[in-house]
């Protein structure tokens, strides 16, 4: 597992090498936001408007000033703004057992740097709620370098062997946060029952859709092993602890791997019924592309 340390010097508190490893992209140059002493209208930098689209102009309904000064003059448009709001955004990270494999966790945890760090820099407010079969612990800082401290400690803490419910812990979590009203909630899991029941989100979240108002990313952890992989090879169970060993063949691995993207196939057409867009992550490199176009949706569907 790849996690990434912060050092204390507050010029470089962002590890640039350790987040690439991760597939955490981040820009060539900080640049520190300078602001002249005094008074401003702006409570913070970043708020303000923002253009929402353009449509053509109604003579005697609306105001010059807001005609596009690059429209032609026989199709004069107008442009509509938006007031620039600070979103609050929770991630609800699986810490349960099925998720703490080499092959899980790097993934896991690279989908909640990069979502957090594009998300903070992006003037958004950020928790992280780590649950197994309930909320166990919730992370909310005030800035960037604190948030990335205390979810790398957590993720780091012992984790004791635990069973997935991420429906209860849902649910559970979506009647805690109405005093809080999280905008965006994202589920960061590999959504595997520990008793092998059918995953129907479309019914066992309704509590936490109807909460939440459909503003919910399942992001589902996946895996793919290696076609290197050959010969006996120990595996365990960490939900159980159980030992066993196993012979693993060119045509054994392609098995794995086709079972498991089926499994994804059935989640993602789960959560469409349900209504709900979803990142699927095979690699690290996945993460930011998953979410650009996520964004890219979601914006398409406002507009």
Known sequence: MLLISLPDDDASFI???????????????????????????LGRAGDGMRILRTRPFIAGEDNPR???????????????????????VTLLVDRSASMASNLKAPLRNAAILQIM????????????????TRVRRQI?????????????????????????????ALNGFARQDRRRHSNLLFVISDFVAADGAEFRPERQWRTAINEIRQNIVPVI?????????????????????????????????RDINRAERNRVADLERHFRSAG??????????????????????????RL
């Open 15 to 41: 590890d640039r090498d350790a987040l690439h490893a991760l597939g955490v992209l981040v820009p060539l140059r900080f640049y520190p936001v300078k602001v002249l002493p005094g008074r401003h209208p």
């Open 66 to 88: 807001d005609i596009d000064k690059f429209s032609p003059a026989n199709e004069l448009r107008v442009m509509e703004w938006e007031d620039e709001a600070q979103a609050s």
């Open 117 to 132: 760090y594009s998300l903070w820099r992006a003037g958004d407010r950020v928790g992280v709620a780590l649950f197994d």
């Open 140 to 168: 909310r800082a005030a800035n960037l370098r604190s948030q990335l401290q205390q979810t790398v400690d957590a993720l780091q803490a012992p984790l004791a062997a635990s069973a997935t419910d991420v429906s209860a």
């Open 221 to 253: 952890v996946s895996f793919e092993l290696p076609r290197r992989l050959s010969g006996l090879i120990k595996l365990s169970d960490a939900q159980t602890g159980s030992r066993r060993l196993a012979w693993f063949t060119r045509r054994r691995i």
């Open 276 to 301: 709900l867009d979803c990142l699927k992550i095979f690699g690290q490199r996945d993460v930011y592309p998953q979410l650009a176009a996520l964004a890219r949706v979601r914006r398409k569907r």
